[in-house]
């Protein structure tokens, strides 16, 4: 919690501390643990042992290794061979349709075309519009949400499921019935909106404003996952720390911006990320419903019709190292945000 | 623990389904989606019941062509040869072709066996003077109208021209929102349309040498018509729309024409679907001018057979598509289905004339259709004029820009 | 007064929150009344919001004329199994990310990350070659395997988030006194990341759920299909038989508002509540 530890007022660590050791004593006697152990570990714990020998160290790494095992086997059996298949064919010319070339290697070409390709330019930066926009408004909505739905109140449970149902819906189904529902005879949209007297005729929503409609779409989907990742977050939180603020007299909003902000800044970014990475390999959903029409065509979209459609796999495979390249560097960026505090030092 | 966690991870994958145990027979994979699933599984059923020597299994796919043109290329990549024989939408044959994918067919079905088929079929199935592909059934679009609402307009003809239909249109003073209701969205569909366009305004999308020629005169014309009826004539969501909204317009009885694939007539007919049942009638596509020849799209699947597999699954897969495109098959299927046939003589069939009247009028519509263009590279030209015709009918670029865009486009491949 | 103040605000608070879900919920709803609309109301225009008689015609479909029964088990089984598994081993991945010291725990980090980062199209073959040569299209461990990879990213991330946030010296301490790893990982460290654990399970859970492509294309037996094959599936030529999309939506999203509602209990129940659980 290194940045706790600066801000005014709250003494983040020693309420962890404090925390911890009042966490021991409220399950004393609680089934499960003996009381003699609870004892021990509390006193260890205010003691906070330090300078292990090397071997106790050795010993951990060890563990840690044997922890991680299974996740980085079965990464490394189905996942490796596909991110460097792919590095490997983009420094070839792979024009399915033309076998009698032979698939020569031709470098870096692939890549220079890229530089010279407008259209790649031009939905790369399609792409890092609806990312941004898309990834801003689901964490504002997700942690206005998320805030919400935290607090206890009558009906909670089913307020939780139902927030929790765009999500649940398969993509799929949910780009075409977002489909119709921007259609221009029938659409809920138009209904709704002309009832409501904002509008005074029937539009084309998917041609007239299709940006709007994308990112309406995704945030509707999306801001779920946000919403539910950040409530994890929030009730990560310890309680103690608001009392004690709440007896120094701390408001609401003084709470927010001291305690809860700083505490839950790290899963609010870690949840950025992750919806980063998704936003900005978005298909599905554009595919559905304006098939990269009108100025909507993703870098993700292109990729897929440079593979898929053209049998174009060099070029295609370099398109899926760039959208890799960006969304590496976007990653490194928020790795400087999220910070070191995540991991333990060395 | 770490030991127990790997052990429910091997048990895990152990969890594995009892492989397709070997038999007498040779086994056949028949690769088709769900558009025409159900009749289908029926003439497999035949097929299987009439051959001891080879049972064709059935591997179904959603109907969305993409989906099964990837999946297609998926396994035709691994070398796949789970698959043995597939049901290729016609534009996709000469791709397979080219990257050497499929099968020659040249001599089991020889020049004489070609001749019965519509001969559009037959061309969408060769590539680079081989036969790779044997027609399965073919579609055409049509062009559906009301005929309550022709009545009462006092129009005894049927227009030819899109003059005159919107003559008829006119004459309702409002009776029926709008006159056309056809593809607009950026979709396969929006080029079936647009071809047609293109074609009924006289223009050609190919040169004389083959070569995509997309901002010749009468072309650009052809999309300025397509472009100024939507908003006008035609709804403005029609840049909006695939076969679905379109049809659901006309269904709705908002529309006087809806241009379509044939088989959409029996939907249309249907009370428990459609508010304009038993009103409809079906025609000819437009043309720019009195005296033109109509051309409708032609689509439709064709067969193919997988190069990767073995000569003894070949030979079996060449009896079972023989069997498949026979005049006898083709005739069940088309009971079965009502999918129009490739065999010409099914069309003067009496069994099926009395199940599907209007195969009378539909056969010159078909055998005056048109294929897109058979390329290897026919997805980037049809990506090509999917982007830029959808600016010119959206409105974003006059028609002469956007062409011109498109045909620096495929000029470049 | 303050009685008052505080009924206004409750009601204030409850007309927001109902406004905010009926929105979130409309286009859900709105697929329900499809579901069970007679079949000429469907794409009536204008939009008929309440259907004038009740009509389970399309239920009746997709469970009789379509294997719905079947899709459904087949989706379970995959997505229960490759959810359990990608948070066993994420947690374990993630508690020794966040809380043991050695060496490369960044670059890890970072590769973990970078499985995230390809579009899914271009993976598909070689996932498929590979799956091959195992032997596992066609088998439920065969999408169980691709899901976990695509999972544990996400649950390794946010688990080692969570992990980090509990207080420090508590393993240190139990580990003076004896407990091994193990012990102190699944018996005090997991229990305490609970409400983290469910969220994410959840998230996984409707990934799985609802994914499409892998299982499209590693699932060709028509036995081995999951949900979301089976809805797209539905459509045929000339007609998109809305009415039974809607029923099969509404039937494949059931079970997940259902788990939400039994979990939803856990995901609240953490450190606020008290802790350490049984």
Redo the contacts between chains.
């Keep these: 919690m290194g940045h706790g530890r600066k801000r005014e007022g709250v003494a983040v660590p020693q309420v962890y501390s404090d925390f911890l050791i009042c966490e021991c004593d409220m399950h004393r006697g609680r089934k499960g643990l003996p009381d003699d152990d609870i004892i021990k570990w509390r006193n260890a714990a205010m003691k906070k042992s330090r300078g292990e020998t090397s071997q106790l160290l050795r010993r951990e790494a060890r563990a840690a290794w044997i922890m991680m095992a299974p996740a980085l086997i079965v990464l490394g059996v189905v996942a490796v061979y596909p991110v460097l298949r792919t590095f490997w064919i983009s420094l070839h010319e792979m024009n399915l349709k033309r076998p009698q070339s032979g698939f020569p290697f031709i470098g870096l070409a692939n890549y220079a075309k890229i530089l010279t390709d407008v259209r790649a330019q031009q939905d790369i930066l399609f792409t890092f519009k609806f990312t941004i926009a898309t990834v801003l408004l689901e964490t504002l909505l997700g942690f206005a949400t998320a805030l919400v739905i935290n607090q206890s109140f009558r009906g909670r449970g089913i307020a939780r499921a139902a927030i929790l149902i765009p999500w649940a819906i398969p993509t799929s189904v949910s780009s075409m019935m977002w489909k119709f529902i921007y259609n221009d005879q029938y659409g809920l949209f138009n209904d709704i909106l002309m009832k409501i007297g904002l509008i005074d005729g029937y539009k084309a929503w998917l041609t007239s404003d299709p940006f709007l409609c994308l990112v309406i779409t995704d945030v509707w989907k999306t801001f779920p996952y946000m919403a539910l990742l950040i409530l994890a977050g929030l009730q990560m939180l310890p309680l103690e720390l608001y009392e004690s603020a709440m007896l120094d007299g701390a408001g609401v909003i003084k709470r927010f911006r001291y305690i809860t902000l700083p505490l839950v800044k790290r899963t609010v970014l870690v949840a950025m990320l992750f919806r980063t990475l998704d936003a900005f390999r978005v298909f599905d959903l554009i595919s559905v419903m304006t098939s990269g029409s009108v100025g909507t065509e993703s870098i993700a979209i292109y990729a897929q019709k440079q593979m898929m459609s053209f049998l174009n796999f060099g070029y295609g495979s370099a398109l899926a190292v760039l959208i890799f390249a960006v969304v590496l560097s976007i990653s490194l960026i928020y790795m400087k945000f999220i910070g070191g505090d995540m991991l333990p030092s060395d | 623990m770490t030991k127990k966690i790997i052990v429910a991870l091997l048990a895990l994958l152990l969890v594995a389904m009892a492989a397709v145990a070997g038999a007498e027979p040779v086994q056949l994979t028949f690769a088709f989606d769900q558009g025409v699933g159900e009749p289908t599984l029926k003439l497999l059923e035949q097929f299987n019941a009439t051959h001891e020597n080879i049972q064709v299994n059935s591997y179904v796919l959603p109907q969305d062509a993409n989906n099964l043109h990837d999946d297609f290329v998926n396994k035709m990549i691994a070398g796949d040869t789970s698959i043995d024989v597939m049901a290729l939408d016609v534009v996709y044959i000469s791709e397979f072709a080219s990257a050497g994918w499929l099968a020659e067919l040249d001599e089991t079905f020889p020049a004489d066996v070609l001749a019965n088929y519509i001969p559009g079929t037959i061309a969408a199935g060769q590539w680079d003077g081989k036969l790779y592909a044997m027609p399965w059934f073919t579609n055409a679009s049509m062009f559906f109208y009301r005929t309550d609402l022709l009545e009462e307009a006092g129009v005894t003809e049927v227009p030819t021209t899109y003059e005159g239909w919107i003559e008829v249109y006119e004459k309702l003073e409002g009776k029926v929102d709008y006159a056309f209701s056809y593809q607009g969205s950026s979709s396969e569909a929006m080029v079936c349309s647009w071809c047609e366009f293109v074609w009924n305004e006289g223009g050609e999308i190919l040169d004389a040498e083959g070569k995509p020629a997309l901002n010749t005169e009468a072309v650009i014309a052809a999309t300025d018509r397509m472009a100024s009826y939507i908003g006008k004539y035609a709804p403005e969501g029609t840049t909006t729309y695939a076969e679905t909204e379109s049809q659901q317009v006309f269904q709705e009885g908002k529309a006087l024409t809806c241009r379509t694939w044939s088989g959409t007539w029996n939907i249309f007919n249907n009370e428990a679907e459609s508010s304009v049942a038993g009103k409809v009638g079906a025609t000819n596509l437009p043309v720019a001018a009195e005296g033109m020849t109509p051309h409708a799209c032609l689509g439709g699947l064709s067969v193919c057979i997988n190069k990767a597999i073995s000569d003894e699954q070949k030979a079996a897969a060449l009896e079972f598509i023989t069997w498949l495109t026979s005049e006898e098959t083709e005739k069940t299927m088309t009971l079965l289905s009502a999918q129009p046939p490739a065999v010409s003589a099914v069309y003067s069939d009496a069994e099926v004339l009395e199940a599907v009247p209007f195969y009378t009028e539909f056969f010159p519509i078909i055998s005056n259709g048109k294929g897109r263009p058979a390329s290897p590279y026919y997805a980037e030209l049809s990506d090509a004029i999917q982007r830029n015709v959808h600016q010119a009918l959206t409105g974003a670029l006059p028609a002469a820009d956007a062409l011109n865009n498109a045909q620096v486009e495929v000029s470049a491949f | 007064m303050k009685k008052a103040k505080k009924t206004v605000q409750t009601v204030a ?2 007309a927001v ?1 109902a406004v ?2 009926v929105i ?5 709803a ?2 329900f009344l499809t579901s069970i609309k007679p ?2 109301e469907i ?5 008929i919001w309440i259907p004038s008689e009740i009509n389970v015609q399309f239920y009746i479909n997709i469970f009789t004329r379509h294997p719905f029964a079947r899709y459904m088990l087949n989706s379970a089984i995959v997505a229960v ?1 490759a959810t359990l ?1 990608s948070l ?3 947690a ?2 993630a ?9 490369f ?2 670059q ?23 799956l ?1 040569n195992l ?8 999408l ?3 899901y ?2 695509f999972a ?3 649950s ?3 688990l ?3 992990f ?2 509990l ?4 393993e ?3 580990s ?2 004896g407990a091994n ?2 012990d102190i ?3 005090i460290m997991l229990p305490l ?1 609970g ?2 654990i ?3 399970g ?2 996984v859970f ?1 990934n799985c ?2 994914e ?1 492509l892998y299982a ?2 590693f699932m ?3 036995n ?1 299909r999951t ?3 089976g ?10 038989p ?1 009415g039974d ?1 809607s029923a099969a ?1 509404v039937v ?2 059931v079970p ?2 259902v788990l ?2 039994i979990f ?2 856990k ?2 129940a ?3 509540t ?3 659980k ?1």
Excluded: H
Aim: glycine share 4%; proline share 7%.
């Design positions: 608070f409850y929150l905010f879900v979130i919920m409309l286009p859900f709105w697929q079949l000429n794409s009536a225009m204008p939009a199994s598994i066993i081993v994420g374990s991945a508690y020794a990310l966040a809380r043991m010291r050695f060496r725990r960044k890890l980090m970072m590769f973990i990350l970078c499985i995230s980062m390809f579009p899914t199209i271009a993976t598909l073959s070689p996932i498929y070659l590979l091959r032997k596992l299209l066609n088998t439920y461990a065969g169980v395997l691709p976990i990879v544990l990213p996400t390794i991330w946010l080692t988030n969570f980090a946030q207080p420090k010296g508590f240190e301490a139990a003076i006194d790893w193990a990982f699944f018996r990341i409400p983290a469910f969220s994410v959840l998230l409707i759920w609802n499409y499209l294309s060709t037996d028509p081995m949900v979301p094959v809805i797209a599936l539905l459509p045929s030529n000339y007609q998109l809305w999309i939506s494949a999203t997940l508002i939400v509602l939803q209990k995901i609240v953490g450190l606020t008290g802790g350490i049984e």
